[in-house]
C-alpha cells in the first residue's frame, strides 16, 4: 500500500512537472507564432495586391456570430476576409477579397488547408481560384 503511495504521489509530481514546463513552452512561442502568422498573412496580401504597401490594408472593426470569419481588411474598393473553415482534419483558412460596390469575389488566395490531399487540396491550386 505504501508504495502505490508514493508511485501515485511521484507520478502526480513528473506530471505536474510536465505540464507547467508544456504550459511555459506554450506561453514563451504562442506571440512568435501568432506574429508569423500575421506576416505570412501580410505577404499573401501583398502578392494579391502586388501595388499596395502592408499599410494599404485598414483592418475593419466588426462583430459577428459566424466563427468562419476570422478578420476583414478594407482595401481601396475592397473588403478583403480573412475566413477559416471547418473540414474533415484541420480545415482551410483562405482570403477572399469582394468588391465594396456591386458584391462580386475580385480574388481568391488559399493560406493553408489540412483536408484530404487530391479533394479538399484543390483550394489551394491557381486553377481554383480562377474559376
Known amino acids: 500500500m505504501k508504495k502505490i503511495l508514493h508511485l501515485t504521489l511521484f507520478l502526480a509530481i513528473v506530471s505536474a512537472l ?5 504550459a511555459w513552452a506554450n506561453n514563451m ?4 507564432i501568432q506574429a508569423n502568422k500575421e506576416r505570412e498573412e501580410k ?4 502578392e494579391m495586391y502586388p501595388d499596395a504597401h502592408v499599410d494599404d490594408f485598414q483592418i475593419v472593426d ?3 456570430d459566424d466563427p468562419d470569419v476570422q478578420k476583414i481588411y478594407a482595401y481601396g474598393e ?7 473553415v471547418k ?3 484541420d480545415g482551410t483558412n483562405f482570403l477572399v477579397a469582394i468588391n465594396k460596390d456591386d ?3 475580385t480574388k481568391f488566395q488559399a493560406i493553408s488547408n489540412g483536408d484530404t490531399k487530391g479533394i479538399g487540396s484543390k483550394i489551394t491550386e491557381p486553377a481554383f481560384a480562377e474559376s
Open 43 to 46: 505577404q499573401i496580401l501583398l
Open 87 to 89: 473540414g474533415y482534419k
Open 103 to 105: 458584391l462580386t469575389i
Open 18 to 22: 510536465a505540464g507547467g514546463a508544456l
Open 29 to 32: 512561442t504562442a506571440p512568435v
Open 62 to 64: 466588426f462583430t459577428s
Open 78 to 84: 475592397n473588403y478583403i476576409f480573412n475566413m477559416q
